[in-house]
């Protein structure tokens, strides 16, 4: 009765601490992005901030934003933007979350020195309302295959259009440009301009963007847009919408800890680290059976690194690299070659990740230092499977058929030259030179197949016990 009290304690024990935890962790999902405002509350603007590259965490951010917007019926959404640019995928899905809002929307390019290069200039063209605040610019919106970095800022030097290197480009170029000359016309805003923007990686500062009408205007902060935007109509759908937006209560949406786990997990960085945890996780786990530890880490790692993959732009020739350097540091462990195995693995797996990814976004590209920290830790692990080799040639065998050899057995029952020993708790069959007797002690000098060679035992030295009776 008391062992079973014990038992079941802690039981019940785990299972309300369980049923809490899952209960804290709705709650704060719940609340770590909602906001106040419900039918019939207080007037209220959304502020979104979308910092950094355009990625499928920061397209989940304000794809989720919108649609609390456009559940709780709020009067405008504000998206704050500074932007190098980012993933083409990630961009339409924004873009598309922002053309099908029931709430207008307006961009907004700042803090003053921010921009909203490449994709940030398709979203700010894609919304009901467009602003700048002063010292910050946009465009530079080639696709990356034709117009390098594309990020720099700066209009076309010397005035002529860039011309595609093959037809693949082409079609990339005018994909892009009929893409943005379509929202420019759906917003009324400059078509020109946004097809220079594309085809020359033309750029605009503020001022220059809202006289050449690709902004509707400039303002130095949320409070100076709302100000302005005031009374405007927008096209929202099929109808048109007059903006109030006296009075409206600012509020901003935090992204929630989903958002912050894909932000982390989507960083190339993170992924290929995720993934060389996984890899060499299982390998170890692979190597030293029941371990655990490393498998469990290692497979979680895997998961999740490839979880970012499928999430990124993803070089075919990047993958089929990391696959050959697995294979060669499994032959290594298996059959080591002293590291030749090992150090080829090391190699290709860093000509893996520095291809891994097939962008050229600053913020989507893998860091040297990480690059570093994977060809070091190839280099350590092919030294240690090196060392493991070398040290075990001076090891006794422990397994197999030449551990037999040398171990010692009894005598079970003995005909002439053969008979039966006992040896590891097993009956084997024996042969020896000499004729040997039930209950001796043999020694095993050789093996073939089932049956072992042995030989008698040598007697311990007697001296000692002669050196007893003589002191007596």
Known sequence: MNIYR???RPRRFCQQAIRIFALALILGSASLFSVAPTAGSERVALLLRLNGAVS???ADYVKRGLELANEREVTLVILQMDTPGGLDTSMREIIRAI???SVPVASFVAPSGARAASAGTYILYASHIAAMAPGTNLGAATPIALGGSGFDGDDNRDGKEQQPRSAAEAKA???AAAYLRGLAELRNRNADWAERAVRDAASLSSTAAEREKVIDFTA?????LMAQANGRTVHVGETD???D???LIVQNVEPDWRTRLLSVIADPNVALILMIIGIYGLIFEFLTPGAVIPGTVGGISLLLGLYALAMLPVSYAGVGLIVLAVALFVAEAHTPTFGVLGLSGAVALVLGATILFDTDVPDLEVSWPVMVGIGISGLAFSFIVARLAFTARRHAVVTGAEQMI???GKVSDWTDTTGYIIAHGERWRAVCAERLTAGEDVTVIAREGLTLEVARKPHRDQRPLEGREKSA
């Open 245 to 247: 937006t006296t009075g």
């Open 220 to 224: 130095t902060t949320v409070d100076d």
């Open 406 to 408: 040398g171990i010692s």
């Open 173 to 175: 170029v005018n994909d």
């Open 6 to 8: 014990v038992m079941v």
């Open 241 to 243: 919408i007059r903006l």
């Open 56 to 58: 499928p965490a920061s």
């Open 99 to 101: 053309l099908a809002s």
